[in-house]
């Protein structure tokens, strides 16, 4: 087992920055990427972005290309995400994932997922 957990998250401003971390335990041999996806009641978990575990490569959806960015300190087996240039519609539920495959744009590959944070953007 893979275990996620989330922290960060919180009420920004337009214009401002977030940044959201995923500590990454457990069976960590099985994973081939962690990355985030976001919720917002009544839709679908959105693909945010994804960063590959053995070399570092970054993917992301085409809304926050540009403005996110994902990194990881390798010692700590923590994942960051970077938000950049926030606004209202990036009001959501952010979810840590484990992907245990390697396609990253839909939920179909996500074998682990973090407890969600929640990300408010307003004035």
């Known amino acids: 087992q893979v275990q996620l957990v989330e922290s960060g998250g919180g009420l920004v401003q337009p214009g401002g920055s977030l940044r959201l971390s995923c500590a990454v335990s457990?069976?960590?041999?099985?994973?081939?990427?962690v990355g985030w996806f976001r919720q917002v009641p009544g839709k679908e978990r959105e693909f945010v972005g994804a960063?590959?575990?053995?070399?570092?490569?970054?993917y992301f959806g085409d809304a926050v290309k540009g403005r996110f960015a994902i990194s990881r300190d390798k010692s700590k087996n923590t994942w960051c995400l970077q938000m950049n240039s926030l606004q209202p519609e990036d009001t959501a539920i952010y979810y840590c994932?484990?992907?245990?495959?390697?396609?990253?744009?839909?939920?179909?590959?996500?074998?682990?997922w973090g407890q969600g944070s929640q990300v408010t953007v307003s004035s």
């Open positions: 457990g069976r960590t041999v099985s994973l081939n990427a």
């Open positions: 994932a484990g992907y245990t495959g390697s396609y990253y744009h839909t939920t179909q590959f996500v074998g682990f």
């Open positions: 960063m590959t575990w053995s070399d570092g490569g970054t």
